[in-house]
């Protein structure tokens, strides 16, 4: 295979939201992660770290969306799957505007993706598919619940999330060293800080995009690697997502 770089995007619904970009070399160390808002600006980054590369994305936003009402069965399955670790999917159908068609969909027609699961990365073709970082967290990091580091609620004011994303970040360092090489991510240790100094809660926001689209493009790298502990739950007809299966209890 030729130069592969490993993306991962955080996809806001909708363009009045951040959106966290990241791009892992072909050895899936970080090389590059920010947050953005446009499309175009989404494309700068991608053509930045990618531009000749065989692209293998991990998109944490519906790619497939062909229910007009309801929920897809995917999300359905994950939620029965991982309810108790309060790790369900928010449903998506194309009665909402920003599913009609899905942002992730466009934007993996504008970049040429594939993002049929059953297509395995190639030396000539890029893929994409729909991953969900809470799940897949539960099951790496062996968690009872997921971390509330969002930003849901009033109960969740600065110092608990600050604490919270300073878990996550933790975590990640433990198990997620190994390809991404944070000890010797300077942006990573600028995350680090960040969060450590956060003064205002809209400033863990953008932390929080931009870490959430790090894992995505970790979830990327296990996929072009062909891992097993990553599974389909669906398919490219009626929509999927791409999450291991929950932790034994």
């Excluded at 994950?78 to 159908?93: D, I």
């Excluded at 009033?154 to 999330?161: E, G, I, T, V």
């Excluded at 300073?166 to 600028?190: I, N, T, V, Y």
């Amino acid at each position: 295979m030729d130069t592969v770089v490993h993306l991962g995007l955080d996809l806001a619904w909708s363009h009045r939201n951040r959106t966290g970009v990241a791009a892992l070399d072909a050895e899936g160390r970080l090389i590059g992660s920010t947050s953005v808002r446009t499309d175009d600006e989404i494309a700068a980054f991608v053509d930045m770290h990618a531009r000749g590369a065989v692209v293998v994305a991990g998109v944490d936003a519906p790619l497939v969306v062909p229910n007009a009402t309801g929920q897809r069965q995917c999300e359905a399955q994950v939620t029965r799957e991982f309810r108790a670790f309060h790790a369900g999917c928010h449903p998506a159908n194309r009665s909402w505007p920003w599913f009609d068609p899905p942002r992730g969909e466009v934007l993996a027609e504008r970049f040429g993706w594939d993002v049929d699961p059953a297509t395995p990365p190639a030396r000539d073709r890029s893929v994409a598919v729909e991953v969900y970082p809470h799940p897949a967290m539960v099951t790496l990091f062996d968690l009872d619940t997921v971390i509330p580091y969002k930003q849901r609620g009033p109960a969740r004011d600065l110092p608990r999330l600050r604490v919270a994303l300073g878990d996550l970040l933790a975590h990640m360092e433990k198990h997620c060293e190994e390809p991404l090489a944070l000890g010797a991510s300077p942006r990573w240790g600028q995350l680090r800080r960040a969060v450590a100094t956060a003064t205002r809660k809209v400033d863990l926001r953008v932390v929080e995009d931009e870490v959430d689209a790090i894992f995505c493009a970790y979830l990327a790298w296990r996929w072009a690697q062909q891992d097993p502990w990553l599974r389909v739950v669906g398919d490219v007809r009626e929509g999927y997502i791409v999450v291991p299966d929950p932790p034994p209890r």
